[in-house]
């Protein structure tokens, strides 16, 4: 039996090279987290997540003071039970957000120790054996100062030049005027056969102001608006839904198969782009899947990386001891 001995857990604080903006607020950095659950066979599984421009310090305190104690000691095997013992312990502190983005890379990682113990990549674990390839499309079109549409333009062109046959750009933080002049470069630069999706990050307010930007994006054709509005504002998502053909792509931050359930219910919502590490888990992400599919939902999974260099040693925690305080690390992007 796989028995859980050790959890180690380390926050990074990663500085931009360059301060970038998207609708609605403006980044200097990115904060991350990883975990390593090691077996008493000595497989190691790992989770890592995104957990935003500030604030990455709090995963450590989730995973150590509420998470780890209910993981130590236990069979790796038992996911389902696992997953359900760490949401109930972490009830009153949060059932999203940063606690939730705990108990996903704590799950994700013991997924990925099983696979490791079965000596199989995760994929093959998870019954993907018959997927070779995964579409994917470039994301990018983020603000910097001195960049025209023009500009844009030619980053977009870029990502097409590189292979991609679908590109993602931001949009949201101008006036309308000034955000289609972006999308007709991209679309422009890009041309009719290619896929573009705009990227509003929870930028608009209600549904008339946004149908003041989709009006002017329709004619360029976009595969997707994502995230128009607040998470929260479910019923806005459904409203801007039924009030333009683009359809309207959110989830990435939403967590817990129920929260997607009121989502679907209210037809909110034509793509799924639900994180694995930010819903809940390998564990919660599969129940998702499943249900979107019998509302004849697709899903876009969304996945946050970055080129992380070396980190100093984890703290460990052992069954037989406990741990105090949180880690955090300030390192440049290399």
Avoid at 10 to 39: E, I, M, Q
Avoid at 77 to 98: I, K, N, P, S, T
Avoid at 191 to 196: A, F, N, S, T, Y
Avoid at 219 to 227: A, D, K, L, N, V
Wanted: net charge neutral.
């Amino acid at each position: 039996m796989p028995t859980i001995s050790s959890i180690s857990v380390t926050a990074a604080r990663v500085p931009l090279d360059r301060v970038t903006s998207f609708s609605n607020r403006t980044v200097h950095a990115r904060d991350y987290g990883l975990v390593k659950v090691t077996s008493t066979e000595g497989h190691t599984g790992i989770g890592f997540c995104y957990v935003g421009s500030t604030g990455g310090e709090l995963l450590p305190v989730a995973v150590e003071a509420l998470l780890a104690p209910v993981l130590l000691g236990r069979d790796s095997l038992d996911v389902e039970a696992l997953w359900r013992e760490m949401y109930q312990e972490a009830l009153l502190q949060g059932r999203a957000g940063v606690v939730m983005r705990a108990i996903s890379i704590l799950d994700t990682a013991l997924w990925d120790l099983n696979a490791r113990s079965a000596g199989l990549p995760l994929h093959r674990y998870l019954g993907a054996a018959s997927a070779e390839r995964v579409l994917a499309y470039a994301s990018g079109g983020y603000y910097l100062e001195g960049k025209t549409p023009e500009k844009l333009g030619e980053e977009m062109a870029h990502y097409v030049s590189l292979g991609f046959k679908a590109v993602k750009m931001k949009t949201g933080r101008l006036s309308p005027r000034d955000e289609e002049a972006r999308v007709a470069a991209a679309r422009e630069a890009v041309g009719p056969d290619v896929e573009l999706m705009l990227d509003v990050n929870n930028g608009w307010s209600d549904v008339t102001e946004a149908l003041q930007y989709v009006r002017r994006f329709e004619r360029y054709g976009p595969s997707f608006i994502e995230e128009p509005f607040l998470v929260d504002d479910i019923d806005s998502h459904a409203r801007l839904a039924r009030a333009t053909p683009i359809p309207i792509a959110t989830g990435e931050v939403e967590a817990g198969r129920w929260r997607h359930k009121e989502l679907l219910d209210k037809g909110g919502a034509a793509i799924l782009q639900t994180d694995a590490v930010v819903c809940g888990g390998i564990t919660e992400w599969r129940r998702i899947a499943a249900m979107a599919a019998g509302y004849g939902v697709p899903m876009y999974p969304t996945g946050f990386t970055t080129c992380m260099p070396r980190l100093s040693p984890p703290r460990q925690m052992p069954v037989t001891s406990s741990s105090s305080g949180t880690i955090r690390y300030s390192i440049s992007a290399g």
